[in-house]
Structures are given as structure tokens and as C-alpha cells.
């Protein structure tokens, strides 16, 4: 009579007794399982990294940074606000940035005033 002892992942000690067939066949479904609950978890720490890797910089996020960068030393206007994130390599229209500029004005990011019949942006 053939005979195993398996110590499982939890700590648990399994003893497996019977024929030699019978712990040979035991002991190959244990280790599938175990090998297929390893790929699982691998899967989801991958999904997981991928989702904090990937957070996407929105057009609110970038004049923040123009913002930080000194950009707004003088007020822009929403068209030199777009030629700058351009220069950064992204492209947004005049008509998108205007909702962003006025939302970051909202929660105090930006201020805005009236300059020659223009809303410029600043500090």
C-alpha cells in the first residue's frame, strides 16, 4: 500500500493512503489544482497592475501641471492653453478646454477674468 503526505498552501498536512494507482491520481489532481489557483492569482495581480499603471492623464490633469510649471505667470487665453498642451503632444480643441478651464475655475484651480472682451485663465 502506497502512502503520501502533502502539506497544502493553508498549512494543512494531507496523508493520502491506498493503492499506488490511486495516490499517483491523488496526487496529479492536487497539483493541477494547485497549479491552476497559482495562474489564477497571477492573472488577477497582472489585471490589477495594469489598472494602477494605466491611469490616463486628463486635459484638467495636464493644466494642473502647465499651472505648476509656472504657464500662468501672465493670464492665457484658452487658445494658448491648447497651443501648449499641443506642444506637449496633446490635442485638444478650444471648445473641449473650455469646459475644463471653467470646472478648475469652479473648484478654485484657476481663476478667470474678462480681458478685452476675452476670458483669460491664471493663478
Do not use: C, N
Request: net charge positive; charged share 35%; proline share 2%.
Amino acid at each position: 500500500m502506497a502512502k503520501a503526505t502533502i502539506k497544502s498552501g493553508t498549512g494543512a498536512v494531507i496523508t493520502v493512503e491506498g493503492t499506488e494507482s490511486e495516490v499517483s491520481s491523488i496526487l496529479a489532481a492536487y497539483e493541477r489544482h494547485s497549479v491552476v489557483d497559482q495562474a489564477k492569482k497571477a492573472i488577477a495581480r497582472t489585471r490589477t497592475a495594469r489598472k494602477t499603471d494605466k491611469k490616463r492623464e486628463g486635459a484638467s490633469d495636464l493644466i494642473i501641471e502647465l499651472k505648476e510649471a509656472g504657464f500662468f505667470e501672465k493670464p492665457k487665453a484658452l487658445g494658448e492653453i491648447a497651443r501648449a498642451l499641443e506642444e506637449k503632444g496633446y490635442l485638444y480643441p478650444v471648445t473641449s478646454l473650455s469646459g475644463v478651464a471653467l470646472g478648475l475655475v469652479k473648484r478654485r484651480q484657476l481663476r478667470r477674468k474678462k480681458h478685452e472682451g476675452k476670458w483669460v485663465y491664471g493663478k
